[in-house]
């Protein structure tokens, strides 16, 4: 302490070594899968304003008069299907723990660097490990949104709640934020690196591989979000880096929600016809996620496997997403040192 600051006067308060801090913020989770569990963290995703657009004395009325008495029921059982027993605990908060100690550890950087990560819905809020990392010493801070496709839903929402908190502090930390990576080379790369792994792994080789990015209302892309477009470069990157055509690598979106137009085209739709076009062995990867959670590994793995196969399908698999495995981490570890430079 007294190396750091050696010309303090007698009797001044204790200050903590500088430090820069890493804080990665992923979407959120439900503690358990009882409805109560479920009620409380979908009233908070659904009352965001970010995620659902529409006029909020009427949404108010239809999401506590209606959804919240309903889908807590429907959610926590598809959450029960994947749930880490073992933790006792969502696979997204799993992946992204692992995330964070494992980024922190290849990072290094001699005790300067704390990497921490948060949940913009559910636990551990962005507010509060915001401050444990000031508390920490921390007077800058790198936020790391773990959506490689920016959206006002993911990356903006999850940006508003670092904020809002900074918006409380007397002494704010300096800040930086790791932009959109969904062009990266090391991203890029390290989704074609897992397909290509995981087809190595298949005793068929797959007619049809479906790029699965998260649905948006069509309505947010005509107001300006560039989500579609980024995802869509995304894709055709990935084209190039396997050297394969549209025909084998096709772009949908998933997780449908209310009765307006989403970004086509819909993946439940189509896994419905590809059987009758003669698509009968299927892979399915979603890139537009850091880490399995319950649209990956129930919705796509379960969900679309059962639609498939009842169509007429005779081959179904779907990718892991990155998680928190070695590709992953050096992944991560070459967009974070990028915002890093200069700072740790």
Same mark, same amino acid.
């Given at each position: 302490?007294?190396?750091?600051?050696?010309?303090?006067?007698?009797?001044?308060?204790?200050?903590?070594?500088?430090?820069?801090?890493?804080?990665?913020?992923?979407?959120?989770?439900?503690?358990?899968?009882?409805?109560?569990?479920?009620?409380?963290?979908?009233?908070?995703?659904?009352?965001?304003?970010?995620?659902?657009?529409?006029?909020?004395?009427?949404?108010?009325?239809?999401?506590?008069?209606?959804?919240?008495?309903?889908?807590?029921?429907?959610?926590?059982?598809?959450?029960?299907?994947?749930?880490?027993?073992?933790?006792?605990?969502?696979?997204?908060?799993?992946?992204?723990?692992?995330?964070?100690?494992?980024?922190?550890?290849?990072?290094?950087?001699?005790?300067?660097?704390?990497?921490?990560?948060?949940?913009?819905?559910?636990?551990?809020?962005?507010?509060?490990?915001?401050?444990?990392?000031?508390?920490?010493?921390?007077?800058?801070?790198?936020?790391?949104?773990?959506?490689?496709?920016?959206?006002?839903?993911?990356?903006?929402?999850?940006?508003?709640?670092?904020?809002?908190?900074?918006?409380?502090?007397?002494?704010?930390?300096?800040?930086? =934020? /790791? $932009?959109?990576?969904?062009?990266? #080379?090391?991203? @890029? &790369?390290?989704?074609?690196?897992?397909?290509? %792994?995981?087809?190595?792994?298949?005793?068929?080789?797959?007619?049809?591989?479906?790029?699965?990015?998260?649905?948006?209302?069509?309505?947010?892309?005509?107001?300006?979000?560039?989500?579609?477009?980024?995802?869509?470069?995304?894709?055709?990157?990935?084209?190039?880096?396997?050297?394969?055509?549209?025909?084998?690598?096709?772009?949908?979106?998933?997780?449908?929600?209310?009765?307006?137009?989403?970004?086509?085209?819909?993946?439940?739709?189509?896994?419905?016809?590809?059987?009758?076009?003669?698509?009968?062995?299927?892979?399915?990867?979603?890139?537009?996620?850091?880490?399995?959670?319950?649209?990956?590994?129930?919705?796509?793995?379960?969900?679309?496997?059962?639609?498939?196969?009842?169509?007429?399908?005779?081959?179904?698999? =779907? /990718? $892991?997403?990155?998680?928190?495995? #070695?590709?992953? @981490? &050096?992944?991560?570890?070459?967009?974070?040192? %990028?915002?890093?430079?200069?700072?740790?």
């Amino acid at each position: 302490m007294s190396d750091t600051y050696p010309h303090l006067p007698p009797g001044h308060p204790p200050i903590p070594s500088r430090k820069t801090g890493l804080l990665l913020l992923n979407l959120g989770t439900p503690e358990a899968t009882d409805y109560w569990s479920m009620r409380r963290y979908l009233k908070e995703f659904l009352s965001d304003a970010r995620v659902i657009e529409a006029n909020r004395v009427l949404w108010w009325f239809i999401l506590n008069g209606i959804i919240l008495t309903t889908r807590p029921f429907r959610s926590g059982h598809a959450y029960e299907q994947i749930w880490n027993r073992e933790k006792n605990e969502s696979p997204l908060k799993t992946f992204t723990r692992g995330q964070a100690e494992k980024l922190g550890a290849a990072l290094g950087r001699g005790g300067k660097l704390v990497v921490d990560w948060a949940m913009r819905y559910g636990l551990p809020p962005v507010a509060d490990r915001l401050q444990a990392l000031k508390d920490q010493g921390c007077d800058r801070v790198v936020l790391f949104p773990l959506y490689p496709q920016y959206s006002a839903a993911t990356t903006a929402t999850a940006l508003d709640k670092a904020y809002e908190k900074l918006l409380a502090m007397r002494w704010q930390p300096m800040i930086r =934020v /790791v $932009p959109p990576y969904y062009e990266h #080379p090391a991203y @890029i &790369a390290a989704i074609a690196e897992s397909i290509s %792994e995981h087809m190595k792994g298949l005793d068929w080789t797959p007619d049809r591989i479906l790029v699965a990015f998260h649905g948006l209302p069509r309505e947010y892309l005509d107001k300006g979000d560039p989500y579609h477009c980024q995802c869509q470069k995304s894709a055709r990157l990935l084209r190039q880096k396997m050297g394969l055509g549209e025909d084998k690598l096709q772009v949908v979106f998933q997780s449908r929600f209310g009765k307006a137009e989403w970004l086509k085209p819909y993946a439940q739709d189509t896994v419905e016809e590809l059987p009758g076009e003669g698509v009968k062995k299927l892979l399915i990867v979603s890139p537009g996620f850091a880490s399995d959670c319950v649209e990956t590994l129930e919705e796509l793995a379960i969900g679309l496997q059962e639609t498939f196969m009842e169509k007429g399908g005779e081959k179904f698999s =779907v /990718v $892991p997403c990155l998680n928190d495995s #070695p590709r992953s @981490i &050096a992944m991560l570890k070459t967009i974070a040192a %990028e915002e890093l430079a200069g700072w740790a």
